[in-house]
């Protein structure tokens, strides 16, 4: 049966892990029921409502609600106590900073599945935010895709797409020499600093694509 801590682990790919305990804490005292007896519960039903309710005092995407909800009724139903796997890939469209945020928090729910550290997953979460805010301040739209590596080695890709102006001199931008008044050179180093494997394809008016992998 799901355990307390299956409970707060599925939260927390989507929220805190403070709002992620807090959230389970709220649900399990309403229900009259102790984090450590969660499994002991005949119905399950009274407590993914109650885990709902938590939810909605806490900001997250609808998007990420969503899969969060799904996910939490996948292991509160099924009987199981591992939770349940994320899909092995995603797509977030960005339009406005709700999305960079959902972007961010799935990326780095992604990351903990896989086993990267703490550390490991907060550089997943940076990397993703700051292809995502590029998209938006110099693009306006775009897409981050993040899909799970298997092969050759365990890890996560990153790929930022859009079809904004592009980039004019990335060479003088990762050498330090060039930055924008407003970062995107600080942005991109940061980037480059902090993956594995980054590869960049963009010209003037042509849009960007940048590919960032990180392996375990």
Same mark, same amino acid.
């Given at each position: 049966m799901a355990s307390f801590a299956d409970i707060?682990?599925?939260l927390g790919r989507h929220y805190s892990a403070a709002s992620a305990r807090t959230i389970g804490r709220m649900a399990v005292r309403r229900v009259g029921a102790h984090e450590h007896a969660v499994g002991q519960l005949r119905d399950m039903r009274p407590l993914l409502r109650e885990l709902k309710r938590g939810m909605d005092l806490f900001s997250t995407s609808p998007s990420a609600r969503r899969l969060c909800i799904s996910q939490l009724e996948e292991?509160?139903? *099924?009987? #199981?106590s591992v939770t349940p796997q994320l899909p092995a890939h995603f797509q977030v469209k960005i339009i406005d900073e709700s999305?960079?945020?959902?972007?961010?928090?799935?990326?780095?729910?992604?990351?903990?599945?896989?086993?990267?550290?703490?550390?490991?997953?907060v550089k997943v979460a940076t990397i993703v935010s700051e292809l995502a805010r590029n998209i938006y301040h110099y693009a306006g739209t775009g897409v981050i895709a993040v899909q799970r590596l298997e092969e050759p080695q365990r890890g996560i890709s990153i790929e930022a797409s859009d079809e904004g102006p592009g980039i004019a001199d990335v060479?003088?931008?990762l050498a330090g020499s060039y930055r924008s008044r407003t970062g995107? *050179?600080? #942005?991109?180093?940061?980037?480059?600093?902090?993956?594995?494997?980054?590869?960049?394809?963009?010209a003037p008016g042509k849009g960007t694509r940048i590919k960032a992998r990180m392996y375990r």
């Open positions: 707060c682990a599925v292991l509160l139903t *099924g009987g #199981g999305h960079i945020v959902e972007a961010r928090t799935r990326a780095r729910a992604m990351a903990q599945e896989l086993g990267f550290s703490r550390t490991e997953q060479e003088s931008i995107l *050179g600080l #942005g991109l180093i940061g980037c480059r600093n902090l993956t594995d494997e980054l590869t960049i394809d963009t």
